[in-house]
């Protein structure tokens, strides 16, 4: 049977280790590492077996494991990674995959190099009852427009509260929203983003140092413009309805990441009083026809750790829905946005 580790036992370490407990009869579950022994530990005792460890490279070097989840913050990416081609280890790593687009297409590059299986915690994509009608509505129709908002709180996590450490609520959060548009209607050309700070104050967070608010304007290779609100700044639900809208010229499409896919417009409309569109005086149109709503169920975490472990296992990627090579793309979409901020000029994308 073939050996899993992971790097990193803290809160998306859980998540995955909820999922490594279901796959015992998969894959042995040989190392938990942390900085932390007592989180480290704590994984070897809810498992029930493996070994735990402070020492990455120790852990590589005794139990010799065949894939390692790596679930560290943004900034301690780099060492460990390398250390695992080194040492040929297949890899999973926690977006967003590292806040230095250098070493993320050095890591990329050099994994290729020695042929090794990576995959990244872009579970979102594995959500299918609402991602595939997703997807063959953005094949199926022109997306001219999307509007994307997340809108939330600030997370417990110390290394959040600062920009150098997390990369910002786009780059460590909303990634997943990047990535998802990304996904469904293809690569990004350019961005420009505006930021807002003084919102969120030192006095309720101590030490916090990133952007409360950021609203991206960007172009796709498809033509489409696409608006990316991100906020941390919200301290009730009342204060926004985060969801992305996919416009066509006579159809919408909502989505929200792990709940629900909605279209409007897929039936015709009822025969009426009012048969057709009608232009109000604002320029809107009437809408006609009943929405189609999907639901997510499940967790979509477990199918995205099993597809990797699976590719492994068998030597076989071609399930995984993002590689590290497919995951650099988003990480380099968010980190183009951290930089139009810095510079307050449009930043092209670069995929390569
Ligand atoms: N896919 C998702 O939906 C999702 C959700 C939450 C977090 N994440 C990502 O997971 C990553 C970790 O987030 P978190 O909330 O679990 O953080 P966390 O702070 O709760 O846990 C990180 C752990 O890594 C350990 N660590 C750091 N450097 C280490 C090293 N060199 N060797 C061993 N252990 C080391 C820390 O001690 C800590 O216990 C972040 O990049 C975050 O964006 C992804």
New binding site residues.
């Given amino acids: 049977m073939k050996k899993l580790a992971i790097?990193?036992?803290?809160?998306?370490?859980s998540?995955h280790l909820g999922h490594f407990l279901q796959f015992k009869d998969l894959v042995e579950l040989a190392g938990w590492?942390?900085?932390?022994p007592e989180?480290a530990e704590a994984f070897k005792e809810k498992a029930g077996c493996g070994e735990a460890y402070?020492d990455?490279k120790t852990m590589l070097d005794e139990v010799k494991p065949d894939m390692v989840f790596v679930?560290?913050?943004?900034y301690?990416h780099g060492e460990?990674e390398f250390a695992l081609i080194e040492r040929g280890i297949h890899f999973f790593v926690?977006?967003?995959l590292a806040l230095d687009l250098d070493l993320a297409r050095k890591i990329r590059d050099a994994a290729e190099a020695k042929g090794l299986i990576t995959a990244s915690?872009?579970?979102c994509r594995y959500a299918d009852q609402i991602v595939q009608p997703a997807k063959k509505f953005c094949e199926e129709n022109s997306v001219h427009l999307v509007e994307c908002s997340r809108i939330g709180g600030v997370p417990e996590?110390d290394?959040w509260r600062k920009k150098s450490l997390s990369g910002g609520q786009a780059a460590?959060q909303t990634i997943?929203q990047f990535d998802i548009i990304r996904y469904l209607i293809g690569d990004p050309v350019e961005v420009f983003t505006y930021n807002a700070r003084g919102i969120i104050t030192d006095a309720e967070w101590p030490g916090y140092d990133t952007d409360d608010l950021s609203v991206t304007a960007c172009k796709f290779a498809n033509g489409a413009l696409c608006v990316i609100s991100t906020g941390c700044y919200a301290t009730s639900g009342n204060s926004f309805d985060s969801k992305i809208t996919f416009s066509t010229r006579d159809k919408r499409m909502e989505h929200k990441i792990l709940g629900t896919t909605v279209i409007y417009g897929e039936e015709a409309a009822p025969a009426g009083e009012n048969d057709g569109f009608v232009v109000k005086g604002d320029g809107a149109l009437k809408a006609g026809g009943d929405a189609i709503t999907y639901r997510h169920h499940g967790d979509s975490g477990i199918q995205c750790d099993r597809t990797f472990i699976e590719a492994v296992i068998t030597g076989d990627p071609s399930k995984i829905r993002s590689s590290y090579r497919d995951a650099f793309k988003s990480v380099s979409f968010t980190l183009a946005c951290n930089k139009s901020m810095e510079t307050g000029l449009p930043v092209k994308v670069e995929l390569e």
């Fill in positions: 790097i990193g036992c803290g809160g998306i370490g998540y590492c942390d900085l932390i989180r402070t990455y679930c560290v913050p943004p301690c460990i926690e977006k967003p915690g872009f579970q996590v290394w460590e997943h």
